[in-house]
């Protein structure tokens, strides 16, 4: 069955460095999204992105935020200057088209900010 | 079986026994929802999904109820298993084609042999 994959599985970064969280939804599919889950709490959404820009966003998602379509397989999540409060799992997740549903999401990654 | 009436953050059974975990879910124009499970170090894996025009779905060993009255939501699961031990999520989504998932507190369920 095709998956959402995300790399790294864990990151460690410097607090104020940038990160670069990487997925690669699965082939088909059209929009994406980003969510991230505090430890012990319900998975939030970052934002989304649909033809080749964002489609929604969520008060998290501020000027530190980015996301990329850089090809054709790819979609990535940059932080500009990690704070410690960014420590948390980030998932992706896609869907074939806008209507279709479920959401499928990949195994996260896990950033740690020192 | 256990019940719970409300929702609770962690729930125990015996293998075997029936488990229902309970939402509540907040926007009135949210037309479907979703029964995530989270097993450790994964991501949410899709269990089962209803929408609004439907009161009751079955899958295999799991049943979704909507109760649009109250805005809640259930997951039966039949004859638990050790395997079925993980997180569980509830989630929402309003009638705009698109829309971001909005997640519910989720439920620990941990089976014992």
């Known amino acids: 069955e095709p998956e959402v994959t995300q790399t790294p599985s864990h990151q460690v970064t410097q607090m104020g460095q940038e990160v670069i969280l990487r997925c690669v939804p699965i082939?088909?599919?059209?929009?994406f999204y980003w969510y991230r889950q505090i430890l012990g709490q319900k998975v939030e959404f970052l934002v989304s992105?649909?033809?080749?820009?964002?489609?929604?966003k969520s008060e998290i998602f501020d000027d530190q935020f980015s996301v990329e379509r850089p090809d054709g397989s790819n979609f990535t999540l940059k932080i500009r200057s990690t704070k410690l409060e960014d420590s948390a799992m980030y998932f992706c997740a896609s869907r074939e088209t806008p209507w279709s549903q479920p959401q499928h999401f990949g195994d996260g990654t896990r950033l740690s900010i020192l | 079986g256990e019940s719970v009436g409300l929702h609770l953050p962690t729930l125990s059974v015996q293998e075997g026994d029936n488990s229902i975990i309970n939402c509540a879910y907040s926007?009135?124009?949210?037309?479907?929802f979703i029964w995530y499970k989270q097993e450790s170090g994964k991501g949410p894996q899709f269990i089962i999904d209803?929408?609004?025009?439907?009161d009751k779905r079955q899958g295999q060993r799991v049943t979704v109820l909507l109760n649009k009255t109250v805005k809640h939501l259930s997951l039966q699961i039949a004859a638990t298993q050790p395997g079925d031990s993980a997180v569980y999520f509830c989630a929402e989504n309003r009638r705009q084609a698109g829309t971001a998932l909005i997640f519910g507190k989720g439920t620990t369920l941990s089976v014992s042999s």
């Open positions: 992105f649909y033809n080749n820009e964002i489609s929604e």
């Open positions: 209803i929408r609004s025009n439907m």
């Open positions: 926007n009135s124009a949210s037309d479907y």
């Open positions: 082939s088909n599919h059209l929009y």
